[in-house]
């Protein structure tokens, strides 16, 4: 699989007050991510936050405590 520009998801889980990070670095756009069939994050998740570019993992680590 071919490696692009990371893609950075904040979420929260359905019954949980933890945020997760998840990366994707084979996806060329966010657009499957967010459709509601998605089966790239677990199912209910809230997504917090989305950003495209290494950084944000840092950013959003310190932003959410995690």
Not at 1 to 12: E, F, L, S
Not at 40 to 64: C, H, N, S, T, W
Request: glycine letters at 6%; one cysteine or more; proline letters at 6%.
């Amino acid at each position: 699989m071919r490696k692009y520009t990371p893609i950075v998801v904040a979420y929260k889980l359905k019954f949980g007050k933890k945020a997760k990070i998840k990366i994707f670095d084979t996806l060329r756009c966010p657009d499957p991510i967010i459709t509601n069939r998605s089966t790239k994050l677990p199912e209910g998740a809230e997504i917090l936050d989305i950003g495209v570019g290494k950084d944000f993992e840092q950013i959003y680590r310190k932003k959410y405590k995690i």
